[in-house]
């Protein structure tokens, strides 16, 4: 039997352990996409549990942050099945819409608007997405603002703010359409070294609170800390996935052992 295009993780994966239907966040099965002739994701198969984190790490144009870009159609597959909470992704628009609306997302870059104060960016997408009026939305947006530990920023500008400030009003603005799912792609790495804490500190505590979560890092201590299971993606590919103590105590692939040899050291 050929295995090439089995939707069955390759053996080399560990099992895991999912109950059937409503506990499972996201599935990609099969999942293969081509940036024109370039084929950047290769057979993507990954279940994700409801309040599961996952660490994804990999080496630079691995194809990780198009794969975290297609669970929320930013990016779009070309073969394969994307199911997010209960939904499949295909090109109607409106479950895009939806789906959206479960997952939030935060970037390198934070895309903050900056003729806007930090209240207003926060409150843009509950006044005009979710019909909100004005009073309910900045009572939300405080309310994450406090979570995120900067409440007393919420008049300034994003270019009043330093780096660190400004990712955590990024994941505040996330939370503030409530989502079921949040992806991060590399949410520390244009950081200077001090900010980083800051943010991972806050990635901690919504881990804690049982966000399902889905993060392109290489901060292995946060890896360590809060992930469920940890993903080595290379050339398109996961490559190896496992509980953290196993990925980084026993990594079982010569890619994954170069990997982590660089990273570490
Ligand atoms: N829009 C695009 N068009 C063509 N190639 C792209 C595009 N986006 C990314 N790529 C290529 O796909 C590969 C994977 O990119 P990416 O998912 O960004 O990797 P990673 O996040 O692991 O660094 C890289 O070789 C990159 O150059
Ligand atoms: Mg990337």
Redesign the pocket.
């Known amino acids: 039997m050929s295995d090439t295009h089995s939707i069955v993780p390759p053996d080399a994966l560990p099992a895991v352990h999912t109950p059937p239907g409503k506990d499972v966040a996201v599935e990609l099965v099969g999942v293969h996409k081509w940036?024109?002739e370039?084929h950047?994701l290769k057979d993507i198969n990954l279940k994700v549990r409801r309040g599961e984190r996952i660490v994804i790490c990999?080496p630079?144009?691995?194809?990780?942050?198009?794969m975290i870009r297609c669970i929320n159609r930013l990016e779009e597959h070309q073969q394969g099945t994307i199911v997010v909470d209960g939904i499949e992704l295909t090109n109607d628009l409106k479950r895009i819409d939806e789906i959206r609306r479960e997952v939030g997302m935060c970037f390198q870059h934070f895309n903050l608007f900056p003729h806007l104060t930090i209240l207003e960016n926060l409150t843009l997408a509950p006044i005009w997405v979710r019909k909100m009026p004005k009073k309910d939305a900045d009572e939300l947006a405080m309310h994450f603002l406090r979570k995120v530990k900067i409440p007393e920023q919420a008049t300034k500008y994003p270019g009043q703010l330093s780096g660190g400030q400004q990712q955590r009003v990024a994941i505040a603005r996330a939370l503030c359409m409530k989502p079921k799912i949040m992806l991060f792609d590399e949410p520390t790495s244009a950081l200077d070294p001090e900010m980083v804490k800051e943010v991972l500190e806050t990635m901690v505590s919504l881990a804690e609170e049982g966000m399902t979560m889905l993060c392109?890092t290489h901060e292995m201590g946060f890896a360590r800390q809060v992930a469920n299971r940890v993903i080595f993606?290379d050339a398109g590919q996961i490559i190896e996935m496992n509980e953290p103590e196993a990925f980084f105590s026993n990594p079982q692939h010569e890619r994954t052992k170069l990997f982590l040899s660089q990273i570490l050291h």
């Open positions: 940036y024109g370039f950047v990999g630079s144009g691995s194809g990780k942050s198009t392109v993606m």
